[in-house]
């Protein structure tokens, strides 16, 4: 281990010294430029890891990692996790990772960002990282996950000491070329004037405020910290009347808003299926709503099929520039061979950035009631979030602002041990960038 970055020599012959010179990587950097790298992870028998740094397109760097170095890895990080592992329910696991997860422990949470980084971060990624700073640059890194590592949250990754990724580099999802660079794609504009359409904690018909896509937030008080940043949206959050748990946020009613909203605020439920594309999310429409999901009774969920392509009677929808998805598993596209699910769809019809979460979303409720030591204390956990991602989205830059928001979380977290601080929130999020396609 160097900085706690793996040495790629364990894996057979060692490099080159040229390579594992971290420095090298300042060579050619226009002064004033910022450092941006996209990292690709890609599965096969064994991990492959590519990385190319934009001021030296012409020196790509490549490795493989053997499967064996990161399979338990990647376990242990899936039993940390709340979301369901096979034949569990959603309580079973989120009791799991809430009550003896590795998330919730600080000691066991540093262990296993350690284990990831040593078996998933190559040397000379890590040796260039260093280099960079101690040049005083922050780099950025948009990665492209492969389906085993999906889950993977470049934020909590070790490197020296208390150290973690989030402290070197801002990170940013990276989909397909395919899908970023499609012909048709035309990126929809924003201005900090822009409205913003709002679905937050939609009631799902049906469905009632306990139960499985009941409430996520609860009751706002009105003089709560998340009412007052919805509040200073003013006349631009449509649609206009009350914020939270409204039951005519469907479908409809969301095209309308989006129509010439800047970005979409969207707080509630996410429900994965078997293929990307059968992502939904769940809004006020009831069974007859139009569309080609089947109906869960009498609410028919809206897919990221729909949204992408439209279907029976319903046109595909119009993405504004930044779209926040606060939901469960609302980031699983780039856990299938196909990444099309909500994170793509609305990239392709017109989002520019897309923040969304890699795992399942404990409620504050289920914090308070599972998490040694936390109580009352969970108030907020989930709201503070829900703040901070409107918060980056109204900035010139969501990836870095919500990136210093995550420092902040990191350092309180590993300062502290306070579970308030945990990981198992703040570490969900993630953005993907997609800019708007070069025109040749």
Same mark, same amino acid.
Do not use: K
């Given at each position: ?30 002064? /004033? ?30 490795? *493989? ?22 034949? =569990?329910? /959603? ?40 280099? *960079? =700073? ?31 990724? &989030? ?13 970023? +660079? ?29 139960? =499985? ?61 078997? $293929? ?30 729909? &949204? ?12 504004? +520039? ?8 609302? /980031? ?46 969970? =108030? /907020? ?11 980056? $989205?109204?900035?010139?830059?969501? &990836? ?41």
């Amino acid at each position: 281990m160097v900085n706690g970055w793996r040495d790629l020599t364990d894996l057979g012959a060692p490099l080159p010294l040229a390579r594992t010179e971290g420095a090298a990587v300042l060579v050619d950097l226009p002064e /004033g430029q910022r450092p941006v790298a996209r990292l690709r992870f890609v599965d096969g028998d064994d991990l492959f890891v590519s990385w190319v740094w934009e001021h030296q397109r012409s020196s790509p760097r490549m490795t *493989l990692i053997g499967r064996e170095l990161v399979t338990p890895a990647l376990h242990r990080l899936a039993r940390a996790l709340p979301s369901p592992l096979p034949g =569990e329910s /959603g309580i079973d696991a989120l009791t799991r990772a809430l009550t003896r997860g590795d998330l919730v422990d600080p000691d066991r949470e540093q262990e296993l960002a350690g284990l990831l980084t040593s078996a998933l971060i190559p040397q000379w990624l890590g040796a260039e990282l260093d280099a *960079l =700073e101690t040049a005083g640059l922050r780099p950025h890194l948009r990665i492209q996950l492969s389906p085993s590592t999906a889950q993977l949250p470049w934020e909590l990754l070790s490197t020296s000491g208390r150290e973690r990724g &989030i402290d070197m580099a801002d990170a940013s999802v990276l989909l397909p070329a395919t899908l970023r +660079n499609d012909p048709s794609r035309t990126v929809s504009p924003w201005s900090p004037l822009s409205p913003v359409a709002t679905a937050l904690d939609p009631a799902v018909p049906g469905f009632s405020a306990t139960s =499985e896509l009941g409430s996520v937030l609860g009751e706002v008080a009105a003089d709560s910290s998340l009412a007052r940043a919805v509040d200073d949206l003013g006349t631009r959050r449509l649609p206009r009347g009350e914020a939270f748990r409204r039951a005519d946020i469907d479908r409809l009613a969301l095209a309308e808003a989006v129509a010439d909203a800047g970005r979409l605020l969207y707080v509630g439920h996410v429900t994965a299926s078997t $293929h990307a594309l059968d992502a939904r999310l769940h809004l006020s429409d009831g069974a007859d709503a139009p569309g080609t999901t089947p109906p869960v009774g009498s609410h028919r969920p809206y897919s990221a099929a729909e &949204i992408a392509l439209g279907g029976a009677g319903l046109p595909p929808l119009r993405a504004p +520039n930044r779209v926040a998805l606060i939901a469960c598993d609302s /980031g699983t596209d780039l856990r299938f061979a196909e990444p099309t699910g909500l994170v793509a769809a609305f990239l392709h019809r017109g989002a520019e950035y897309v923040t969304a979460t890699r795992w399942t979303l404990p409620t504050e409720a289920g914090l308070r009631r599972l998490v040694p030591g936390l109580g009352d204390r969970a =108030e /907020g956990m989930l709201t503070d979030a829900v703040i901070a991602v409107n918060a980056a $989205h109204e900035s010139d830059d969501p &990836i870095s602002a919500l990136g210093a928001w995550q420092r902040d979380q990191r350092r309180l977290w590993t300062s502290t041990g306070d579970p308030r601080h945990s990981p198992i929130m703040w570490g969900a999020f993630a953005t993907a960038w997609a800019p708007e396609p070069v025109r040749l």
